[in-house]
């Protein structure tokens, strides 16, 4: 029976990974609404947040900023996303709002 359910576990796992999917623990919500309250951002969207292995999460998202603060919104959000929420894998698309004018 232990090995039965270690499998069905480590097959979980794989479907899982194979899915892409976001992990059940993630709060993604409040993850976007974090990236949204950095100073210099206007709006996030076109979030994505997967798993690229058991214990690897990666994530993508367009942050839309106001001129200037491209740096400090990149640090910032690789900070939050490194530290709190353990994605270790980011695209983030910067777009300065000039850039949409």
């Not at 194979?18 to 979030?47: Q, S, W, Y």
């Amino acid at each position: 029976a232990m090995v039965a359910w270690s499998t069905f576990k480590v097959f979980g796992d794989l479907v899982a990974v194979l899915m892409e999917r976001t992990p059940v623990e993630m709060n993604t919500t409040e993850l976007f609404n974090e990236l949204a309250r950095i100073k210099g951002v206007i709006d996030v969207h076109c979030c994505h947040v997967w798993m690229i292995a058991p214990e690897k999460i990666a994530m993508s998202a367009h942050i839309h900023i106001e001129d200037g603060f491209h740096e400090d919104v990149l640090h910032a959000s690789q900070i939050v996303l490194k530290h709190k929420y353990g994605i270790v894998h980011s695209t983030l698309q910067i777009s300065e709002d000039e850039d949409t004018a």
